[in-house]
């Protein structure tokens, strides 16, 4: 079954506005991953979050481990962060299964 | 930071013939992995690879599929014989452990069609 899931499937905003990404995972796992997908489709390493909050800028990853959620949280969104928000859990040997993905749209 | 290159970047192959997907890990590197995009559907794993061994495998890695890795050059994946529904963006990482810390570098992927 659908392991991770992703919520919201699309969002837009304009620029400057705040996005909250979540997802939702039903099994156990080892760590939390937050991938970019470029427009073009190669994917960046965003967060590597398995507990907790870490920030890196405008970005903000919270993870609750006993409650199987996270977040990412882009404060004062550009133009440049449209794209598509990917989580992912690792499990054994480092395999990772991804939700279906946030894709996210700044207008100016 | 490290990059992972995949050649080609296109491939319009017919049903039936066999294709190579080629991918040159980061180079330190000693865990391989190919993941399977199918156009607007998630990503999703196909198969991972270590010292000449194929680690775990998903229910996507068909038995027309194989990866090897020959003499530390290209980590590759083949498809023999190739089917309609193998047409998708298929993606190469790589990693250098798979401890906590040890993420998975990605490739641009390679964009496969199949007539």
């Known amino acids: 079954g659908q392991q991770v899931q992703q919520s919201p499937t699309s969002l837009v905003l304009q620029e400057g506005e705040n996005a909250e990404l979540q997802c939702n995972f039903s099994?156990?796992?080892?760590?939390m991953q937050w991938f970019y997908q470029r427009p073009g489709g190669s994917l960046v390493s965003v967060f590597y979050?398995?507990?907790g909050t870490k920030q890196s800028g405008r970005l903000t990853s919270t993870t609750v481990i006993k409650e199987r959620r996270s977040s990412l949280h882009i404060s004062s969104s550009q133009i440049t962060d449209s794209g598509t928000y990917l989580c992912?859990?690792?499990?054994?040997?480092?395999?990772?299964?991804f939700g279906s993905g946030t894709k996210l749209t700044v207008e100016p | 930071g490290p990059k992972v290159l995949q050649i080609p970047s296109h491939q319009i192959i017919d049903m039936g013939q066999m294709v190579t997907l080629n991918c040159d890990p980061v180079?330190?590197?000693?865990?391989f992995y190919w993941y399977k995009q199918i156009l607007g559907q998630q990503m999703e794993f196909l198969v991972n690879?270590?010292?000449?061994?194929?680690?775990?495998k998903s229910k996507l890695f068909k038995d027309q599929f194989s990866v090897e890795r020959p003499d530390g050059s290209y980590f590759t994946l083949k498809i023999q014989p190739t089917a309609l529904e193998d047409s998708a963006v298929y993606f190469c990482?790589?990693?250098?452990?798979?401890?906590?810390?040890?993420?998975?570098?990605f490739g641009p992927g390679t964009r496969l069609l199949v007539l």
């Open positions: 992912a859990i690792r499990s054994n040997y480092n395999v990772l299964y």
């Open positions: 099994t156990s796992l080892n760590s």
């Open positions: 979050n398995p507990s």
């Open positions: 180079s330190n590197h000693l865990y």
């Open positions: 690879f270590y010292n000449g061994k194929v680690m775990e």
């Open positions: 990482a790589s990693s250098l452990g798979t401890g906590g810390g040890d993420t998975q570098y």
